[in-house]
C-alpha cells in the first residue's frame, strides 16, 4: 500500500478555481491507479476523476470539461485542476489508490486513500 496525503483544498467563490494534490509515499507508486473522489454531507462517495499508471484519464460525467486529473511520477504526486467551480462541487475531496481498478470506479477497488481535504463553493 501507499500513504496518501491531500492538499490544496479551500474557500472558492463560484466560477473559481482550486488545486488539490495528493502526495504518495512508497516505492511503486507508478503502478497504481490513481483516484479523486468527493463526498458531500449526507450523501454516498462519488467517483471524480482516475489516472492510470500511463496516464490515460477517466472523468465523471458531472465534472468532464471543468477538471483534469494529471500525475507526476518522479514526484510521487497526483493532481486535480478544478475550473468553474460551483456550489454543487462543494464536499470533501479524497485520494485513493488502486492496482486493479474495474472503470466501474467503485471505491471498493481501491486500496489507500487520504484522510480527505475540503472544498467549499460559495455561490
Known amino acids: 500500500q501507499v500513504q496518501l496525503v491531500e492538499s490544496g483544498g479551500g474557500l472558492v467563490q463560484a466560477g473559481g478555481s482550486l488545486r488539490l494534490s495528493c502526495a504518495a509515499s512508497?516505492?511503486?507508486?507508478?503502478?497504481?491507479?490513481m483516484g479523486w473522489f468527493r463526498q458531500a454531507p449526507g450523501k454516498e462517495r462519488e467517483f471524480v476523476a482516475a489516472?492510470?499508471?500511463?496516464?490515460?484519464?477517466y472523468y465523471a460525467d458531472s465534472v468532464k470539461g471543468r477538471i483534469t486529473i494529471s500525475r507526476d511520477n518522479a514526484k510521487k504526486t497526483v493532481y486535480l485542476q478544478m475550473n468553474s467551480l460551483k456550489p454543487e462541487d462543494t464536499a470533501v475531496y479524497y485520494c485513493?489508490?488502486?492496482?486493479?481498478?474495474?472503470?466501474?470506479?467503485?471505491?471498493?477497488?481501491?486500496?489507500?486513500w487520504g484522510q480527505g481535504t475540503q472544498v467549499t463553493v460559495s455561490s
Open positions: 485513493a489508490a488502486g492496482v486493479t481498478v474495474r472503470p466501474s470506479w467503485s471505491p471498493l477497488d481501491f486500496e489507500s
Open positions: 512508497g516505492r511503486t507508486f507508478r503502478s497504481y491507479v
Open positions: 489516472i492510470s499508471w500511463t496516464g490515460s484519464t
